[in-house]
T-cell receptor
Framework: GAGVSQSPSNKVTEKGKDVELRCDPI?????LYWYRQSLGQGLEFLIY????????KSGLPSDRFSAERTGGSVSTLTIQRTQQEDSAVYLC??????????????FGPGTRLLVL | GDSVTQMEGPVTLSEEAFLTINCTYT??????LFWYVQYPGEGLQLLLK?????DKGSNKGFEATYRKETTSFHLEKGSVQVSDSAVYFC?????????????FGQGTELSVKP
C-alpha cells in the first residue's frame, strides 16, 4: 500500500516568511511524528500525535513552530517567521499506535527546507 | 535524559569485509532499540530492531544484539556489499511517558568499495 507522503518535497523561502509542511500518514496509523534532520543537530524529535490525546510537543525548538493533525490523519507543521537555522529536512513518520515504544515507525521522504 | 552514541564515520570498507558499527545508549527505562538505514536519495527505513535484553534483531544479513549489561546494540554484517553503502542510525524508544518518540544517534556513513 501507499507509504507516508510529504509535500512539498523542496521548499525555498525567505527569512521571516511562514511555511507549512504537510504529512499524509499511512492509512490506519494513529500515531504520527515529526522529526528534523540537520547537519549540525542530526535527527531530532519535534512533536508526536497519538489518536485524540494531547500531542507531545516537547521537541519543538521554539514557539515559532506548531503542528496540528486534522481528523486524526493529515498533519501540518507550521514554521512562522522562518530563520536560516530552520533550514533542514523535515521528516514525518507514522506507526499503528497500538503497541507502544517497540512499534516500527515508517518515514516519509521528507521536505527539504531552505531559508535564504 | 536518554541518549544514543554511535561510532563516528565515515567508514570505508572493501566488498566482502566484516562490518561493525558501535552503538551505546543511556536510558532510564527499558527501551526498544532500532537500526534505521538511509540509502542515497531515499528516506529512512527500518533495518532491524530488538525490544528486550538479549534479543537479536536481524535483516538482510545484518545483526544486532540488545546487551543490557553493556548498554549496547552494535550492528554487524559478515560480508558487506557495495549496495550496503548508506547512512546507518541507531535509535531508542523509551516510551515511558512520552509515547514512542525515537532518539537517534548521529549516524554513521558507510561506503563500500568494489
Amino acid at each position: 500500500g501507499a507509504g507516508v507522503s510529504q509535500s512539498p518535497s523542496n521548499k525555498v523561502t525567505e527569512k521571516g516568511k511562514d511555511v507549512e509542511l504537510r504529512c499524509d500518514p499511512i492509512s490506519g496509523h494513529t500515531a504520527l511524528y515529526w522529526y528534523r534532520q540537520s547537519l549540525g543537530q542530526g535527527l531530532e524529535f519535534l512533536i508526536y500525535f497519538q489518536g485524540n490525546s494531547a500531542p507531545d510537543k516537547s521537541g519543538l525548538p521554539s514557539d515559532r513552530f506548531s503542528a496540528e493533525r486534522t481528523g486524526g490523519s493529515v498533519s501540518t507543521l507550521t514554521i512562522q517567521r522562518t530563520q536560516q537555522e530552520d533550514s533542514a529536512v523535515y521528516l514525518c513518520a507514522s506507526s499503528l499506535g497500538q503497541g507502544g515504544p517497540q512499534e516500527t515507525q515508517y518515514f516519509g521522504p521528507g521536505t527539504r527546507l531552505l531559508v535564504l | 535524559g536518554d541518549s544514543v552514541t554511535q561510532m563516528e564515520g565515515p567508514v570505508t570498507l572493501s566488498e566482502e569485509a566484516f562490518l561493525t558499527i558501535n552503538c551505546t545508549y543511556t536510558a532510564t527505562g527499558y527501551p526498544s532499540l532500532f537500526w534505521y538505514v538511509q540509502y542515497p536519495g531515499e528516506g529512512l527505513q527500518l533495518l532491524l530492531k530488538a525490544t528486550k535484553a538479549d534479543d537479536k534483531g536481524s535483516n538482510k544479513g545484518f545483526e544486532a544484539t540488545y546487551r543490557k549489561e553493556t548498554t549496547s546494540f552494535h550492528l554487524e554484517k559478515g560480508s558487506v556489499q557495495v549496495s550496503d553503502s548508506a547512512v546507518y542510525f541507531c535509535a531508542l524508544s523509551d516510551g515511558s511517558n512520552q509515547g514512542g518518540k525515537l532518539i537517534f544517534g548521529q549516524g554513521t556513513e558507510l561506503s563500500v568499495k568494489p
